[in-house]
T-cell receptor
Framework: DGGITQSPKYLFRKEGQNVTLSCEQNLNHDAMYWYRQDPGQGLRLIYYSQIVNDFQKGDIAEGYSVSREKKESFPLTVTSAQKNPTAFYLC?????????????FGPGTRLTVL | EDQVTQSPEALRLQEGESSSLNCSYTVSGLRGLFWYRQDPGKGPEFLFTLYSAGEEKEKERLKATLTKKESFLHITAPKPEDSATYLCAVPSILTGGGNKLTFGTGTQLKVEL
């Protein structure tokens, strides 16, 4: 089955810790994205990658970092510089970056700061 | 900046009671519109892409339509399993190239027996 997997499903972070969220896809998609979802707000773009070894900041990149060393993998690190990291994090991928390319989402990771 | 507004925020229907969800948008140039379904604690599930004004798409009890200013998701004779949050989104150009999705905040639908 082709799809997007995210792990872990739940993640707890202590103050001052960096944590890494995993995202893997086997759809052979070139583009991958990280969005953040907060109650009462639309999804917001954190980072995106159009191709391996390239990535760009989205609307709310401060306090986050990413890498894209393999086509199928796009991990997100939430650093201690992110002041309000508690949220639902969603990874997505699309075959390309054209406007009409549908983005498909993973199941999400819920991050909670203790 | 592109904007998407969905209404109502929440909708409660009886099983079999048809209704419509609204998605209005402000974009610099319409380049399509997407509908997703999201169940609690899960990622959005893709439903439809509408490419241009006047287009319609159907899937089971759902029908999506698009005009130059808004889109509707019509739900005919809904069942309890249609209960979910429905999200609409438009593609927005990124300065670094490519597109992101600009989402509305969703309509939370509950269908009761």
């Amino acid at each position: 089955d082709g799809g997007i997997t995210q792990s872990p499903k739940y993640l707890f972070r202590k103050e001052g810790q960096n944590v890494t969220l995993s995202c893997e896809q086997n759809l052979n998609h070139d583009a991958m994205y990280w969005y953040r979802q907060d109650p009462g707000q639309g999804l917001r773009l954190i980072y995106y990658s159009q191709i391996v070894n390239d990535f760009q900041k989205g609307d709310i990149a401060e306090g986050y970092s990413v890498s894209r060393e393999k086509k199928e993998s796009f991990p997100l690190t939430v650093t201690s510089a992110q002041k309000n990291p508690t949220a639902f994090y969603l990874c997505a991928s699309s075959i390309g970056v054209a406007a009409y390319n549908e983005q498909f989402f993973g199941p999400g990771t819920r991050l909670t700061v203790l | 900046e592109d904007q998407v507004t969905q209404s109502p925020e929440a909708l409660r229907l009886q099983e079999g009671e048809s209704s419509s969800l609204n998605c209005s948008y402000t974009v610099s140039g319409l380049r399509g519109l997407f509908w997703y379904r999201q169940d609690p604690g899960k990622g959005p599930e893709f439903l439809f892409t509408l490419y241009s004004a006047g287009e319609e798409k159907e899937k089971e009890r759902l029908k999506a339509t698009l005009t130059k200013k808004e889109s509707f998701l019509h739900i005919t004779a809904p069942k309890p399993e249609d209960s979910a949050t429905y999200l609409c989104a438009v593609p927005s150009i990124l300065t670094g190239g490519g597109n992101k999705l600009t989402f509305g905040t969703g309509t939370q639908l509950k269908v009761e027996l």
